[in-house]
């Protein structure tokens, strides 16, 4: 991995973490016979837009797979493994992959870190104006975002790229197979032999009749 891509992996952790932190302090969480108790009143960051009310959420991104705490550490940190292996051993991808997989990789160690700590996932931030979306946190924010862009990139920008590295291989190697078959007509190649073949014999004027 590239050092900037470490620098930003610790800026999502520090945010993520910090913000966590922040939250159980600022709404006064407290923890009674195995359950929290907020003893302060929701903050409104934006009014009827976005706030911050306390959960603890023991399944996956947005409240999914409820109760799937010790399955859902294992996979997320086989997750985690495998995407840092792909990121040190393919360092040539195009940036703004590698950056998209290194947030996403971010995000999961946040969360990662809350259910090896704590058993659950602290969330937080609530959309007023959706009240039937799931609370979630930072680290979700950077997981969704940055698969989305994945996503979009993988679909309509990777193909391209791959096209590009094919002919510029086919360019160095022209037995190379083709990329696509419908460039086979315009690459073909027709061998017709000795070049003196195809030229007309001159005929001198006393030949003529």
Known sequence: MFWYEILIIIAVLALDLGSKYGIVNALGI???????????????????????????????TFGSFKGKTELLTAITAIGMVLLIIFLFFNKKENKFFRTCLVLILAGGLGNLYDRIVFGYVRDFIVFDFWPSFAT??????????????????????MPKKVREEQEKKELAD???????????????EIVTGDDSSDKTKDVSPDEKI
């Open 30 to 60: 407290q923890h009674v016979d195995g359950e929290f108790v907020q003893t302060k009143s929701d903050i409104e960051f934006i009014k009827n837009f976005i706030s911050f009310s306390y959960t603890e959420n023991t399944g996956a």
């Open 136 to 157: 979630f946190n930072v680290a979700d924010s950077f997981l969704t975002v940055s698969t989305i862009l994945v996503v979009i990139y993988a679909v309509f920008f």
């Open 174 to 188: 022209k037995t190379a197979p083709v990329a696509y078959p419908y460039d086979a007509l315009k690459n073909e």
